[in-house]
Every structure is written in structure tokens, then in C-alpha cells.
């Protein structure tokens, strides 16, 4: 008897210990839960191909593979193909490029990664491109020297996300330098990808698509 609540006692620790940590109850969290951020941990990697499209004619293309559990990521792009480490000393210019076209693929997962941010919430407002009755949930990255711990590429810029009833992104306007204007976006057709959900395609005010995400896999 005294081996079975041995045994009770011994499961009950280890299922605690392999409980998820709970994410903090707040709307960047929420938005990154509905697209799949509390089962990140079973990602390995991701890839995608990023485009843009340029004028009437020319598209510019980036294929990304972000490996997550040994921190490198794979590019391939019209200027040249390689591999390099997130942790290395030095990174490569076009590591400008991966952040730039992760917020595109993966900005709600952002919202749970990034730290130097502050954020305000508006309930009862519609979307500035299709009207969508939404919540307009405010995202002003802090002040500080690109590439400085929790400030990316782009500090104090800002980003105004139009969520719907289930808590996704509708249309994003982003602000550089937190300023008045913005350019409005539309995100649409989200796929699933494994745990993970993606909007694949933008559009502008004027209904062009400028901007979409291919060939998604994540493993």
C-alpha cells in the first residue's frame, strides 16, 4: 500500500512538472493563442517564402527556414543563398530581412516573444479599409538603439492591430516612429500549418494584393 501512493504521489509530480507555464491573461497573449501560440513548443521549424509585390510587373521574393531548436535560419534570396546563427556576434545584413518578413508571417507570436512594448485596447471600432466591427489593439515598440535587447530594427514604431470576434487579425496599420498616419492592410486567408495559424495574403486600400506568404511548412 504504502508503494501505491508512492507510485500516486510520484505521477502527480511529474505530470505538474510538465505542465505548460500559464500565459499572462492580457490581449497580445489572447491574439497569440488564437493562432496556436500555446502549442509553439511542438515546433521544430518553419519555413516560408515571403513576396512583395514590387510594381505591376516585378514581385521580390525570400525564402526563409527558421530552424527554432538550434537557433539558425536558411535564406535564400535573388542577391544569394546561406545559412547563419541567430546567436552569432555578428549577423548578416539580410537578417534585417528575416525580422522584417517574420512580423509579416508571425506577428501575432510576436506579441508573446517581444517584451519592450507597451499596447492600449479600443473597444467598438471599425477597420479603416472593409469597416470590420473590431478591436483596435495598439502596439508602440519602446524607444531605444536598433537591435538592442527587445528593440529590433525599428524602435518606436507602432502598429494598430483590428481584431475580430475571435481575436484575429482583420488589418494592421503600421506607424513608423509611433507617427500620425499610417498605411492600412488587410490580413487574410489564414491557413493551418501544423499547430500554427498563418493570414497569407494583404491587400491595400485600393484591393491589390502587395504582399503574401507561400510555402508554408512547419515540422
Not at 9 to 33: H, N, R, Y
Not at 165 to 182: C, D
Request: with cysteine; proline share 6%.
Amino acid at each position: 500500500m504504502k508503494n501505491y501512493f508512492f507510485l500516486l504521489a510520484l505521477i502527480g509530480l511529474i505530470s505538474s512538472c510538465q505542465q505548460k507555464p500559464e500565459l499572462p491573461d492580457t490581449l497580445p497573449f489572447k491574439v497569440a493563442k488564437a493562432y496556436g501560440f500555446e502549442n509553439f513548443d511542438q515546433v521544430n521549424s518553419i519555413s516560408y517564402t515571403w513576396n512583395v509585390q514590387r510594381d505591376s510587373v516585378n514581385v521580390l521574393s525570400r525564402d526563409w527556414k527558421w530552424n527554432i531548436k538550434d537557433s539558425t535560419v536558411y535564406y535564400s534570396g535573388p542577391d544569394t543563398t546561406f545559412t547563419y546563427s541567430l546567436t552569432a556576434d555578428s549577423l548578416p545584413k539580410q537578417d534585417g530581412g528575416f525580422i522584417n518578413d517574420k512580423y509579416w508571417a508571425m506577428m501575432p507570436f510576436q506579441l508573446a516573444w517581444d517584451k519592450g512594448y507597451t499596447f492600449e485596447t479600443v473597444e467598438n471600432v471599425t477597420s479603416p479599409i472593409k469597416g470590420t466591427p473590431s478591436t483596435k489593439l495598439t502596439i508602440v515598440y519602446n524607444a531605444g538603439e536598433p537591435q538592442s535587447p527587445g528593440m529590433g530594427y525599428t524602435p518606436g514604431d507602432a502598429y494598430d492591430l483590428y481584431l475580430d470576434e475571435n481575436l484575429m487579425i482583420v488589418e494592421w496599420v503600421f506607424r513608423r516612429g509611433n507617427g500620425a498616419e499610417g498605411r492600412p492592410i488587410t490580413w487574410e486567408t489564414v491557413e493551418t500549418h501544423g499547430p500554427l495559424k498563418f493570414a497569407t495574403e494583404h491587400y491595400n486600400a485600393e484591393g491589390k494584393k502587395t504582399l503574401w506568404i507561400s510555402n508554408i511548412k512547419v515540422e
